[in-house]
């Protein structure tokens, strides 16, 4: 069994963490979890400051879970003032997704994530899924820098209609907690032409894309289909396929994605 196990997280914490929580706690002696909003991951200054918070709440869902140890630090450690900038990049991972929607996110998340494996020492860290390609890149940054570190990934949790579990949903209101519900309905269809036999890419995806932005509530980011290694474009259906999208619903940004491993 590994000695100490990690789960970063920004708080507000729901079921999608307590799995995290629950992964590490079956693979390793103790079980770490940050609680720490980063600001240098933001590139909308009002999606930081109206970021969901319940410190209470958090410390009391850990302390019921289990956890070892809340590590909670603050932007002064994290960040001090007159510290040189740094920029931590990979520019293959980061060309498409949210690498592309969302200038300087990743930026934000390897300069955070580097830090936090440096204080926790972790012998595993485990990472949600929902975040695709925020995990490969984290297994990117481990691997390039030599962290004694493992990354486990697992897998996205859902509330009963198929939407993925997130922080941000809390922000939906109830007509936009409804159109929200297209996206996991959205990956249904998505299954049920491939298995039957959809190979045209371009139909493949504008059939999803009808289909979700019929809702006046949901505005596209990004819905694109990648390989789930290299996160680069594909331009067929075949082998290894990722479907990510991202939608403003509302004013609030939902990520989600599916993957279909072939090989």
């Given at each position: ?40 991951q933001?590139?909308d200054p ?54 592309r ?23 595993t ?39 993925a ?24 269809m ?9 190979r045209?890419?371009?139909?493949f ?48 940004r ?10």
């Amino acid at each position: 069994m590994q000695i100490v196990g990690f789960v970063p997280t920004m708080g507000f914490l729901h079921d999608g963490h307590l799995d995290l929580i629950r992964a590490s706690q079956s693979q390793c002696k103790s079980t770490i979890v940050s609680i720490f909003v980063n600001p240098t991951q933001f590139n909308d200054p009002s999606d930081f400051e109206n970021y969901p918070m319940d410190l209470g709440g958090d410390l009391e869902k850990c302390k019921t879970a289990g956890v070892d140890l809340v590590f909670l630090p603050n932007k002064d450690e994290v960040y001090p003032a007159g510290g040189e900038k740094i920029l931590m990049q990979f520019p293959g991972l980061q060309t498409n997704l949210c690498g592309r929607t969302r200038p300087g996110h990743f930026e934000g998340v390897l300069q955070i994530v580097s830090k936090l494996l440096h204080w926790t020492e972790p012998n595993t860290a485990f990472f949600g899924k929902k975040d695709y390609q925020q995990f490969r890149i984290i297994e990117a940054l481990v691997s390039a820098l030599s962290f004694p570190t493992s990354i486990v990934g697992i897998e996205t949790k859902r509330d009963k209609d198929g939407l993925a579990l997130s922080s941000r949903n809390a922000r939906l209101g109830s007509a936009e907690r409804e159109a929200a519900s297209l996206i996991p309905r959205m990956y249904q269809m998505a299954d049920q032409l491939l298995k039957d036999g959809e190979r045209d890419i371009k139909t493949f995806r504008a059939i999803l894309l009808e289909f979700l932005l019929v809702s006046s509530f949901i505005k596209l980011d990004y819905l694109e289909i990648v390989d789930p290694f290299s996160l680069q474009t594909k331009h067929n259906l075949e082998g290894n396929l990722l479907l990510a999208v991202a939608v403003f619903c509302g004013k609030t940004r939902l990520i989600d994605n599916r993957e279909w491993m072939r090989s």
